[in-house]
């Protein structure tokens, strides 16, 4: 099943109550979710676009760009299959608390499930706990250290995580890392749907995960 809208800055209008906030943005049939923590560390407080505006979210930029996941990139990037959000979309007042982020954590969810990404990619620690914690089984046996983890495919229920660190940690070599890891990835059937049309009448195709 795919979405309907072809809206590209907060395709599905979420609206938290706070003053500025950088909402999800990019493909709602997206094949790929970039998941990062706040606004205030990935980017985005002056652009509303997440993963924008800042040297470190233009490294991470460029290496979506060289795995083919972003076909443009700068404050309004362009991609036709990757779909950029936060787990705390407002733009903080310093940091965020926990209660903030479990008061936001409903918008991001909701959003998740709405766009249905094939691959979760999180970015950073908070942003890959919470995946690992709440999309996958893995978190109670996965150690989260993000420089054992960058570029590594992981498990999900229903989706595939593949955790990115923090552009701003990154030492030499991990931007090819990361691009060698999403074309490898690219080059396997990571859908993996089966086509159940043939048992429907008219058999038509309607893929499941």
């Known amino acids: 099943m795919r979405n309907v809208t072809d809206r590209v800055r907060n395709p599905f209008g979420m609206e938290p109550d706070c003053e500025r906030f950088v909402p999800g943005y990019g493909d709602a ?4 979710h970039v998941i990062g923590d706040h606004p205030g560390v990935h980017g985005g407080t002056t652009t509303g676009v997440p993963f924008t505006g800042t040297a470190d979210a233009e490294r991470l930029q460029t290496a979506l760009q060289n795995a083919g996941l972003l076909d443009n990139g700068g404050d309004r990037p362009e991609t036709d299959r990757t779909f950029l959000s936060y787990l705390h979309m407002c733009v903080p007042d310093g940091a965020p608390t926990a209660g903030d982020y479990r008061e936001l954590e409903r918008f991001f969810d909701a959003e998740l499930r709405a766009i249905a990404a094939h691959v979760l990619l999180p970015v950073g620690e908070r942003a890959t706990r919470h995946v690992l914690e709440e999309y996958t089984a893995q978190a109670h046996k996965t150690d989260v250290e993000m420089s054992r983890l960058h570029g590594e ?13 923090d552009p701003a940690d990154w030492q030499d070599g991990d931007d090819e890392r990361l691009v060698e890891a999403l074309l490898d990835l690219q080059s396997t059937d990571f859908r993996r749907e089966t086509d159940l049309g043939r048992f429907l009448p008219g058999g038509d195709p309607y893929h499941v995960r």
């Open 29 to 32: 049939n997206a094949d790929f």
């Open 153 to 165: 495919e992981l498990r999900g229920s229903g989706w595939l995580v593949l955790p990115i660190a």
